[in-house]
C-alpha cells in the first residue's frame, strides 16, 4: 500500500478490513496524537495490515466471539507519536521497546513482527464493576 499522504489514502486505510469484525481506523486512534497534533499513520503500512491481521483473527475475533464487543482502548502507535509520549510521560515504553508491540510498521531487534493492543471487554467491565475477581 503506498504512503498515507492525503485524505482518500487515510480513508482508504482506515477501511481496510482486518478481520470480521475489525478495522484498521479502530487502531489509530490516540489521545496523544488527537491532543498534540502528531499524525499517527504508519511509514510501513503493508507490515502494519500484515500484523494487525494476525492481532485480530488470532486474539482479537476469538475475544470477541466469547464475550461479545471488544473496545480497542489502544493500539497502533507511529515512531513520533510513541516518542512523543516516552519522553512526556504518557505511559509509553521507549520506540525500541515498542517495535513489534504498539509500532506494528517495525519489527522487533530479533526481526520478529508483530502487533500488540490494549483493550476493554465490556462484558467483565460491568460483573467487575460488581466486584468479580479479575482472575476468575
Given at each position: 500500500?503506498?504512503?498515507?499522504?492525503?485524505?482518500?489514502?487515510?480513508?482508504?486505510?482506515?477501511?481496510?478490513?482486518?478481520?470480521?469484525?475489525?478495522?484498521?481506523?479502530?487502531?489509530?486512534?490516540?489521545?496523544?496524537?488527537?491532543?498534540?497534533?502528531?499524525?499517527?499513520?504508519?511509514?510501513?503500512?503493508?507490515?502494519?495490515?500484515?500484523?494487525g491481521k494476525l492481532l485480530c483473527e488470532e486474539l482479537l475475533e476469538p475475544l470477541n466471539a466469547t464475550f461479545g464487543r471488544i473496545a480497542v482502548r489502544s493500539a497502533y502507535r507511529s515512531l513520533s507519536v510513541n516518542s512523543f509520549g516516552n519522553e512526556h510521560g504518557?505511559?509509553?515504553?521507549?520506540?525500541?521497546?515498542?517495535?513489534?508491540?504498539?509500532?506494528?510498521?517495525?519489527?522487533?531487534?530479533?526481526?520478529k513482527k508483530r502487533a500488540t493492543a490494549c483493550v476493554i471487554i465490556p462484558w467483565f467491565m460491568d460483573k467487575y464493576a460488581e466486584g468479580a475477581d479479575w482472575r476468575f
Open positions: 500500500m503506498r504512503a498515507i499522504t492525503s485524505y482518500d489514502a487515510l480513508e482508504k486505510f482506515g477501511r481496510v478490513r482486518l478481520s470480521k469484525n475489525f478495522f484498521m481506523r479502530e487502531f489509530l486512534y490516540s489521545e496523544i496524537s488527537n491532543l498534540y497534533g502528531i499524525p499517527n499513520l504508519p511509514e510501513n503500512t503493508d507490515l502494519a495490515i500484515e500484523v504518557h505511559n509509553c515504553a521507549s520506540n525500541e521497546s515498542n517495535f513489534a508491540h504498539h509500532i506494528w510498521d517495525k519489527p522487533d531487534e530479533n526481526e
